[in-house]
């Protein structure tokens, strides 16, 4: 078989990889926008996997400075040995630990497992120089520091809800702010799709400058509309088991305590898409509604619960590095 034509086929299982992470990053991920708004029945699920799986295609298809982030900054594709078979070697341990943590309904964060990997399968096939460290480090920064926002600013506005709403009827205002529950809840739903559906977009365009069909990481029409294609599908899917840990283990969430936590997330995730940078929108969302719930009682919050989701999120980057490692060797063994 000639070598273009070769090339041409590894290229096409990298699409379809990055495709069907993406679809299992939509159903894993789906619960993590919605979940507030099941919990406290503004919405059914059905309407709400609908509202969701629409506004994550709109704001997928919006930006894509986050897939430039993710093509380039972790290492340079150009300069790549192996850079094709890297990116599949990436893509496969992304998906497995993403379908690990959502059969037991942990709410892992694809976007640490999606850096882990591709840092795990860059340092296996070119050694830690092969990685930008500056790059790495200001995306590890982001994911690192936007949860601790996130909590603090949930705790801020819930507060400040406390406040202004403290004589009023608590029916009234959880009534009230059920409603607003579905704008909310829309408006994380588009943050998601502005952020998460560009990791896929990004992975694509690395390994197209890496078989050296295109020379820059801008990212091309069809890769951005198939991309937000596969995220509103796997977000039609949806993931009940997660939407079970975050909108009912965590703490017990009122309509009001939901609008906070939904537009507190949102806010920083849509932040982060418009600085370029790739942030969880798992851990945004879970600290906001931690931030929230300690705002309203601290006792009230399952720190069990949150204590286990944290150590998902700890150990996430080092094991799929690990994973992707392994699966790359396995790959230069076999065929490289």
Known sequence: MPAFDSMFVIVCVVVVLALAFDFINGFHDTANAIAASVSTRAMTPRMAIILAAVMNFVGAIMFTGVAKTIGGKVADPATLTHGVQIVIATLISAIAWNLITWWYGIPSSSSHTLIGSLAGAVIASEGFGGVNASGFTSIVQALVFSPIIAFAAGYIVMTLLKLIFARANPHLVNKGFRSMQILTAAFQSFTHGTNDAQKAMGIITMALVAAQYQDSLEVPLWVKFSAALAMALGTSVGGWKIIKTMGTKIFKIEPVNGFAADTTAASVIMTATATGLPVSTTHVITSAILGVGS?????????????????????TIPISAVIAAIVFKIIEFLFL
Request: positive net charge.
């Open 295 to 315: 705002a309203k009682r601290f006792s009230s919050v399952n720190w069990g619960v949150a204590g286990r989701i944290v150590s998902a999120w700890i150990i």
